[in-house]
């Protein structure tokens, strides 16, 4: 079945180092995302790619980093600079950016920092 | 700029009434609008868009929407709630460089 995986689902840091979430996609959607979610507070976007070798910033970038070295995958990095990165993380594809195009989502990986 | 408004953080209905949860829209051109539903600890799954054309839109699991564009809403609706329609739901709009917005959620209560 064609779909989005994240991994893992649950992933636990220590304050100070950053962790990798990992998010792969064989839909063949050129479009890919990341969201944060927090409670109360929808849903927030962080980066978005439309295509192999190419993201930009979204709304909430600052303290974290990714890369699209291949369609398939689009892993975001959260580093030390993030300052509440405790949250629940969601990937999400698309087929390009045409407005009527749905966003297909991931299960979603929840990052507590300690 | 362009947003969304979903003014009621919850909705409670009993089981087997009719459920409306509301969205408003601020948008500069024509809308693309998309209603989510989201369950605990999941992603958020596709219910139902408008583009353009019908008023209202049928999408999964017996969901609809109202499309007004005098009032700038996109209401969702169904005509007999089930207690596991309960979940978390999010309206979306596309601004104009093809982000999705989305609205702060409502969360939806249906009781037996």
């Known amino acids: 079945d064609g779909g989005i995986t994240q991994s893992p689902k649950y992933l636990f840091r220590k304050e100070g180092q950053n962790v990798t979430l990992s998010c792969e996609q064989n839909?063949?959607?050129?479009?890919m995302y990341w969201y944060r979610q927090d409670p109360g507070q929808g849903l927030r976007l962080i980066y978005y790619?439309?295509?192999?070798?190419?993201?930009q910033k979204g709304d909430i970038a600052e303290g974290y980093s990714v890369s699209r070295e291949k369609k398939e995958s689009f892993p975001l990095t959260v580093t030390s600079a993030q300052k509440n990165p405790t949250a629940f993380y969601l990937c999400?594809?698309?087929?390009?950016?045409?407005?009527?195009?749905?966003?297909?989502f991931g299960n979603g990986t929840r990052l507590t920092v300690t | 700029a362009q947003s969304v408004a979903q003014p009621e953080d919850q909705v409670n209905v009993a089981e087997g009434n009719p459920l409306t949860v509301k969205c408003t829209y601020s948008?500069?051109?024509?809308?693309?609008l998309f209603w989510y539903v989201q369950y605990p600890n999941r992603g958020l799954q596709f219910l139902l868009k408008?583009?353009?054309?019908?008023?209202l839109v049928k999408g999964s699991y017996g969901f609809e929407a109202e499309f007004n564009k005098s009032q700038t809403s996109f209401h969702l609706k169904k005509p007999s709630a089930l207690v596991s329609d309960s979940a978390l739901y999010f309206c979306a709009v596309r601004d104009n460089t093809g982000k999705l917005i989305f609205g702060q959620g409502t969360t939806l209560q249906v009781k037996p």
């Open positions: 999400a594809s698309s087929t390009g950016d045409r407005k009527n195009s749905p966003l297909h």
């Open positions: 408008y583009i353009t054309g019908d008023n």
């Open positions: 839909l063949n959607h050129d479009a």
């Open positions: 790619s439309q295509i192999v070798n190419d993201f």
């Open positions: 948008v500069s051109g024509n809308p693309y």
